[in-house]
């Protein structure tokens, strides 16, 4: 899965228990992992991720 919030990225490929304000939604989306085979988080930067950003100003 592509995103482009590099902190939520590095929350979400990270072991540690995360206490920041998001930390319901990162172990949520973690609790639910399972029921797929893989899952990868990487970080897509503006750049590479320019059609959503140019859909997302219309």
Known sequence: ME??????T??????T???SI???????????LGIFAK???CFAGRQ????AHAL???
Not at 10 to 15: D, H, T
Not at 22 to 32: G, H, R, T, W
């Open 22 to 32: 998001i930390s319901p939604i990162v172990q949520e989306i973690k609790a639910k």
């Open 56 to 58: 997302a100003g219309e």
């Open 39 to 41: 899952v990868t988080f």
């Open 48 to 51: 590479a991720n320019i059609i």
């Open 3 to 8: 995103g482009n919030s590099l902190t939520v």
């Open 10 to 15: 590095e929350k979400l490929n990270s072991p």
């Open 17 to 19: 228990l995360d206490k």
